[in-house]
Each structure stands twice: as C-alpha cells, then as structure tokens.
Nanobody
Framework: QVQLAESGGGLVQAGGSLRLSCAASGRTAGIRAMGWYRQAPGTQREMVARMVLGGNIDYTDAVRGRFAISTNRARNQWYLQMNSLQPEDTAVYYC?????????WGQGTQVTVSS
C-alpha cells in the first residue's frame, strides 16, 4: 500500500503564493505518476497538475503558468508551487499517486484565497 500525506495549505490573499507538499510512504517504488487534484464545494474533483515519471507534465488550463509541480524522488515527496492565487483557486487539494496496482489519495488540505 502507499500512504500519502499533504501539508502546506492555508489562507492567503489574492495574488499570494502557497507551496503544497506531499510525502509518500509504504510501497513507493511502485509509483509511476504523481499529481495534485482539487475539489471546490459543489463541484467534481479536477486534475490540477500531474507528472508521469520520465514523461510529461500536464496542467489544467486554469493554472498553467501560475502553478508548478516538482518532485524529490529520493525523499518520495512532490510539491505544488502555487503563485498568483485567485479566489477561484479555493478548494481542498488532494495529493495523488498512481502505482501499477492502484490509485492512491491523501486526505486533502484546504486552500482558501481571499479577495
């Protein structure tokens, strides 16, 4: 099994920045891709950024140019740097990992952007 734990959420004013971190433990050698998703109240969970190991990085159009995903594979950690935050970025952000046998999720961290 793979366990994921997010940190770094909080309250920030519009135009500010936050950095989310995800720490993976357990059977991390099986991870093939990692990413960040978010879910605002009354909406479906959506992909924010995802990275395939040794492959592409994708961003949803709403965050491209403002957010950046990165990874420290040696520490089994990945990050989401969020700049120029806007109120519409307010959501619960979830860390995700895809292994050869399953899809894994963290518990989520709240990001609130005030106008």
């Amino acid at each position: 099994q793979v366990q994921l734990a997010e940190s770094g959420g909080g309250l920030v004013q519009a135009g500010g920045s936050l950095r989310l971190s995800c720490a993976a433990s357990g059977r991390t050698a099986g991870i093939r891709a990692m990413g960040w998703y978010r879910q605002a109240p009354g909406t479906q969970r959506e992909m924010v950024a995802r990275m395939v190991l040794g492959g592409n990085i994708d961003y949803t159009d709403a965050v491209r140019g403002r957010f950046a995903i990165s990874t420290n594979r040696a520490r089994n950690q990945w990050y989401l740097q969020m700049n120029s935050l806007q109120p519409e970025d307010t959501a619960v952000y979830y860390c995700n990992a895809v292994s050869s046998w399953s899809n894994h999720w963290g518990q989520g961290t709240q990001v609130t952007v005030s106008s």
